[in-house]
C-alpha cells in the first residue's frame, strides 16, 4: 500500500509540474448524479470510502452513494460547498509546495455574506541540539519496544524522559520506585493493561505523551511519540 501511495504522490508532482508549464484554465464542471458517463459517482464513491476507512465507518457501493447523495444536494450546494472550495484552493497549494505567507484562513458567513481570509500563523518550532520541531511532528519508535528501550532511544538525542503518559493514565514515572518493575515491559501490554487502550487489529502503532529533560534538568517539550510495533 505504502508503494502505491508513493507512486500517485510521484504522479500528482509531476502533473502539477506540468501544469504550472501550462496555460490552462479551471473551469466548474456541474454535478450530475445520474450521468454514468462523467464518473462524476465513481469518483465521490471512492473518496467517501477513503475517509470512511480512516474513520472505520461502514463502506458502502455506488448506487448507496447515489441514493445519499441525491438527499443532500441543498448542502451540497450552500455551506459544504463553500468550505469544500476554501479547502480544494488550499490542497492545490499543498501540491505545489508553496510557501506559508501563500496559504490562507478562510471565514465565511453566507447569512451576511461575508468572506475574509486572513494569512495562517506559522507554528511555533522547539529546537534542541541539531533539532527542531513543531506541533505537526511526530517522532516514530519502529517495534514492539519496552520501557527502557523506549528510554533508551531518547538517550540517543541527548535527552532524559522521567513520564511516559498514554491519555489519562501514566504508563512510567521515574520518581515511583514500583514503575522500576515495568521498565522491561512492553509498551504494548502497558498501555492495554493500564491506560485500558482498546487497539484495533488493523492498526499499527499508538502514541504516547513523554515529558523529557536536558542534561541540565530543564524541561524540553518533545513531539508526540508514535510507537508502530506492528
Known amino acids: ?6 507512486n500517485l504522490i510521484e504522479k500528482l508532482e509531476q502533473g502539477s509540474h506540468d501544469l504550472r508549464k501550462a496555460d490552462l484554465r479551471l473551469n466548474p464542471i456541474h454535478f450530475e448524479k445520474d450521468d454514468d458517463t462523467n464518473f462524476h459517482m465513481e469518483a465521490i464513491t471512492a473518496l467517501a470510502n477513503m475517509r470512511a476507512r480512516n474513520y472505520e465507518i461502514t463502506e458502502v457501493d455506488k448506487l448507496k452513494a447515489k441514493f445519499i447523495a441525491g438527499r443532500i444536494i441543498p448542502a451540497i450546494a450552500t455551506t459544504t460547498a463553500l468550505a469544500t472550495g476554501f479547502v480544494c484552493l488550499e490542497m492545490y497549494k499543498v501540491i505545489q509546495n508553496k510557501k506559508i505567507e501563500d496559504y490562507r484562513n478562510a471565514f465565511g458567513n453566507l447569512a451576511l455574506p461575508l468572506f475574509a481570509l486572513a494569512e495562517p500563523i506559522p507554528p511555533k518550532r522547539e529546537t534542541f541540539k541539531d533539532m527542531a520541531w513543531s506541533l505537526w511532528d511526530r517522532w516514530i519508535i519502529e517495534g514492539d ?79 508526540l511519540v508514535s510507537i508502530k510495533f506492528r
Open 1 to 6: 500500500d505504502e508503494s502505491v501511495i508513493l
Open 145 to 223: 519496544v519496552t520501557v527502557q528501550e523506549v528510554l533508551d532511544w531518547l538517550k540517543e538525542k541527548e535527552l532524559t524522559a522521567y513520564s511516559i503518559s498514554c491519555g489519562q493514565s501514566l504508563i512510567y514515572n521515574n520518581i515511583f520506585p514500583k514503575h522500576k518493575e515495568r521498565l522491561n515491559k512492553k509498551m504494548s501490554e502497558l498501555v492495554v493493561t493500564i491506560a485500558k487502550l482498546e487497539i484495533p487489529a488493523s492498526r499499527k502503532h499508538f502514541d504516547v505523551v513523554i515529558a523529557c529533560e536536558d542534561d541540565e534538568g530543564e524541561d524540553v517539550d518533545v513531539p
